[in-house]
Structure formats: C-alpha cells, structure tokens
C-alpha cells in the first residue's frame, strides 16, 4: 500500500465536507466486524479480528512470576504489538518503531485501566508469586484503524483464554496444560475508538487513506459501570492541535457509540462461539 | 517396542490433513495460508519492487528476501516476540530454497520480499512455511522456472515417517527421533533444502529422501489444485 496521494487525500476531504464517505460509511460507522477465536490451540487465549480488510491476530499467555514492587499482590500485565511487513509494505522488518511500541502501549492501557481483568485476584502468594499475563499482538493486513481492532482482539482472546495448569510444588507453569478456570474478568466490556478529524470533520474507523488524510487523533477507552460512562484512558496523536469543543465533542459522542459498539462486539462474539 | 503405530493413528507416509488458502492478505502482492494440522502458515510477498538502498541492485538479477518467525503465542512455552537465531537461519535456509526456484534473472535491480509467519504450530513449521511462501509465489505472479514443496520426514527409533508432529519430535525410545526438513523442485527434483537433527545411517538417510520426494510430489500436486482452482474462479 502505496503512500496515499495528495489528490485521493484531498478527494476524502472533500466528500468528507458533503458527509459523505468512499465506501458509504456514515461517519462514525464501523466496518463489518468479524472474530474468530482460539486461532492458536497453544494460546491461553487467542482472537483473529476483521475490521472490514483490517485483519489482526492477538494472543494471550500466561506465566507466573514475582510481583512487582509497588505492587505484592497483584497480577502483571504486558502488552506487545509487532506490526508485521506481512501486513503492509510501509512496515519494516527490524526493531519496532513508534508506531508499533504506541499501539502495544495502547493496548496495554485500555486493558490496564479499564479494570477488565482484576490483577488482585491474580495473585498467588503476595510479595511471591503472582500471574502474568501477557498479550500479544500482530497485524495480518492493515487498512487502517489497527489500535481499535487491537483492543477488540485483546478483550475477546482473554474472554477466551483458560488459565494454564500451575504446578505448586515446582512453582511453575506446566506448559501446554490447561484448567477450566477462565480468567478474573469484569462484565464491562472497554472498548477503545480512535477518532480522526479531516477539514473539521470527525469519523471513526477509518481506512488506510482516511488516515493518511487526517490531521490529528485521539484515541479513548470507555468503559461502562453501574449504568455510567467512564473514560479510562485517552491519549491524542498527530501533530495538529485539537479545540477544547472539538475534544468536548467527541467525549459525547464517544459514549453514545460505545453502546452500539458493544452490541457489535457481543453479536461477533456469540457468531464466534458458535464456530 | 518398535514404533509401529503412529501417536495420531497417520500412516507411514501420510501426511497430516493439508489446508490452502489462496489470497489471505490484500495488502499484498501474492498471499497464501498453508497447514500441515494443526501446524499453520501464512506467507506473503511484496515484490519486485525497486531495492533500496542502490548499492544493493543487481543489474544481472533481482533479490530474494525472506523473513520467518513465529507468533508468541503459536507454541506452548511463549517465544519472546520478535526474530531470534532460529528463525534467522529458518529465513535464510527458505531463501536458498526458494531461489533456486524463482526466476531471478526476470526482475533485475529489484527485490521480492517474502514474509512468513506461524500462528500455530506443532513441529515441521519451517517446511509448512516453504508450501505457503511458494503458493504466495506464484499468487504474486513472480515468474518461476518450476514449483517446490516440502516436507518433513522422521525416523522414530527405525521407522522412517513423514510430516512429523510434536510428540514424534520428542519420541525417546529406541533409536529416538531424527528430524529431517526436506524441500525439492517440482520438475528437475532438486534437493533445495535438507536439515537434520538426529542420528540415522547413510542408507536410511537416502531412503528418507526417496521417501521425501514422494511425499513431496503428492503435495505439490495440491499446490497447483489449488491455484488452478482460484484460476477457474477468477
């Protein structure tokens, strides 16, 4: 996928003005969702996510280790994306760069913050032994919006992962066996959107081209407790500034759109389950 | 005990059930998902296009660049993400193969990229990942003199097997196990990639690779079903 050229940019922006988008889509609407699940059976958990040609793969695993310092008694989460040059000729092979350590670290926080998984409850023995939990991810084909197929990919592998059979005597896990149990996991879905504003309009999800054509980004995670709406972690990208109204704006609508991308979620979980 | 019956009841010489997938990945020029069971590979290329940096172009003829890794997640014991030993020799091994295959005189000046990634595996990925680099190959449209395909070949205690899986990797008894990575070319049946890890007899070796080349032939009949297939397709 070719650097995307000043006239298609400036065609996105145009139609953009009249509403309107290349593939129909109103504004804020999603592409197709698609999740496969357990798509590798050596995974504590694994999801493959489409967001129409955006295809990812993320997988959890699971180990046992100390805690952290500042935290005895509590679980370890890491996060690590690898944006493949599998998935796109703009990515290279070698160390990651940015936009690959911004996407694991996005990921790391929506998971984090949003309280989905409870770490207390990963705790073995307190200042000894705790689980680790680490998501993994990889891109298959990027056609833009990467971060929230992340996120989707990373909820859905641990609602699918089964924690892995732990040998106390040794103190370790035994690899390649499993428990029934499931993970420690709030009923709350996050559900992280990234909005991109073009000439003054705002859209989500957008492909490769309407993200080349933006100029700025800001990403949110909500979550949803007791019936409110809550943002748990939020993070602006690009170099041009956003209006405290722009920004305004976009909580509300951010809130609206979690409820109806919560129900997408669930229907391209329980297509996925019946796989 | 001898190993006479197989850990998932195979025949000798049958290989595991064979998935294609044809075109997984838009973004690329050629793409294809091959699986020997439950060992799963996903192959793309991009390519020839113009090679940087200039000092690296061949006036005489193109490059081929291959990079394999696998998923973290793709075995039990997670792989740290990201390219280790092993999979920079499983890179350059696949390269040697594929190039003696592609036609590298039609592409001066430029390079084709090939990327292979495991999301699943249980043993003989390296062999399953030249199947799906070949299919993206030809899906690509780089023009190649003649097909390849691959496979692994065991020899548990005595008995030579094909496409091997994890258990049989780590068989113990008897002999134990040798792992033998076979690649050949569909046509001139050339020996394009040969690994071992074991202990085995030169006869037994030399039956291994007959037994190789058979199998091979078998799948590589399945590659071309499959891009005849899409062809009637399209």
Redesign the interface.
Known sequence: ?METSELTKKRISDYLREGKRFDNRKLLEFRDLKIELG??????G?ARVKLG?T?V?V???M?VMEPYKDSQNEGVLSS?A?L??????RFE?GP?GFESIEVGRLIDRSIRESGFVDFKKLCIKEGEKVWSV?I?F?S????GNLVDAAVIGAVAALIDAKMPKYNEEKGKVE??EWTNKKLPLSKSIPITMTFYKINGKIILDPIKEEEDASEAKLTLCIIEENGKKYITAAQKGNEAGLSIEDTGKIFEIAEKEYDILVEKFQKAMKEAEKE | MSYTKRFDGRKNDETRKIKIELDIIPNADGSALFAFGDTIAMAAVYGPKQLHPQHMQNPKKGLLRVKYDMMSFSVTERKRPGPNRRGTEISKVTEWALSEVVELDAFPNTVVDVHIMIPQANASTRVAGINAACLALARAGVPMKEMCSAVSIGKLDKTLVVDVIKEEEDYEEGEGATDIALAFSSRSKKILLLQLDGQISADELKEAIQLGSKTCDKINEQLKDAIKALGKEE
Do not use: Q, T
């Open positions: 996928m798509i590798s059976k050596n995974a504590e694994s040609k295809d793969m997988g959890v695993k180990d690590i690898e493949l040059p599998m998935s796109s000729d092979s990651p680490m993994d990889y298959i084909n990027d056609n690899f390649g």
